[in-house]
């Protein structure tokens, strides 16, 4: 009897904890439709390999990849991740992440842009590939990633997938340098008693995007205005944007100058300034690809003299 009735106290409390349990507002979920992946279409003219540093004046290539994000769904979401490799002519060669926390409403598109910059040290075949698109070959690219994305209910976490590929070619030009005078470290002064010298430090800056090596050949020196002497300019490496100091070493002849540039060699070494120009055909090598000419109309001046003494 006892028992019957310890059982039908519990049937009691049971029920009872049955009717506290609060009931969830949504009676069922059903998915009508596939949720789909934001598309990444390429923009061409955002695309482009925006600096070229060969080895030995950066050896590094920069590229620009434009693109607008499509959002194929018929509700809004937002894209908060991605985790890309960058690969260039099939080879792997960076990967990163980025955090664009970028809204696209229902069929909505929103701009993106990958900023990539590989090092071309030690990668030969790669150089070659980034050159060839100097010659109007397009340097192939491929972005593959995962991506996570939200509605307003969930968060959607995709696999890796191709994102995007596509061509790439330079938008920039050579540019020609600029070259001034360090008078404060150029100087005129005697190697020995027979042997007049004419020392000048340039400092050299590439104001473009493409690097290159800078190099002359039989550059004039005049002082006060009358030709002195002749000597090529060595080797400047020059990353785009970059700069350079470079010694320029002239040996005047003296049994070889008229008697005004003589009279002006001689002043410079008597440490009265004088005037200074060199003049001559510069060339720009951007390695493999080909050699620019610096536009005729270019000239160092200033002022130089003896520091000795």
Not at 217 to 237: E, F, I, N, R
């Amino acid at each position: 009897m006892h028992s019957r009735t310890g059982i039908a106290v519990c049937l009691a409390l049971l029920l009872l904890l049955a009717g506290c349990v609060p009931r969830s507002e949504i009676r069922s979920a059903e998915r009508i439709g596939e949720i789909s992946m934001p598309e990444f279409r390429l923009v061409q003219g955002q695309t482009s390999i925006e600096r070229f540093d060969p080895p030995g004046a950066g050896g590094v290539v920069a590229l620009t990849v434009g693109t607008s994000v499509f959002n194929p769904n018929p509700f809004p979401v937002k894209v908060t991740y991605i985790d890309y490799t960058i690969s260039l002519e099939g080879r792997q060669v960076t990967r990163g992440s980025l955090e664009p926390e970028m809204f696209l409403s229902a069929g909505g598109t929103a701009p993106l842009r990958f900023d990539i910059e590989s090092a071309l040290q030690n990668r030969p075949e790669l150089l070659r590939e980034v050159v060839t698109a100097f010659t109007g070959e397009p340097l192939e690219f491929a972005i593959e990633g995962r991506l996570i994305f939200n509605s307003l209910a969930y968060e959607f976490r995709t696999n890796n997938r191709l994102l995007v590929e596509g061509g790439l070619l330079p938008n920039e030009t050579v540019e020609a340098p600029s070259l001034r005078l360090d008078e404060a470290e150029s100087q005129a002064y005697l190697l020995s008693p027979d042997v007049p010298v004419v020392r000048l430090v340039l400092n050299v800056t590439n104001p473009g995007d493409i690097g290159y090596f800078l190099y002359g050949k039989d550059l004039q020196l005049s002082l006060g205005g009358h030709p002195v002497a002749t000597d090529d300019l060595p080797l400047v490496p020059l990353p785009g944007g970059g700069s350079s100091r470079v010694d320029v070493i002239f040996y005047p002849e003296r049994d070889e100058l008229s008697a005004e540039a003589r009279a002006a060699l001689e002043a410079a070494l008597a440490g009265i300034p004088t005037s200074v120009e060199v003049t001559g055909r510069l060339s720009m090598d951007v390695l493999g690809v080909d050699a620019f000419n610096v536009p005729d109309g270019w000239s160092v001046t200033g002022f130089v003299h003896s520091n000795q003494g």
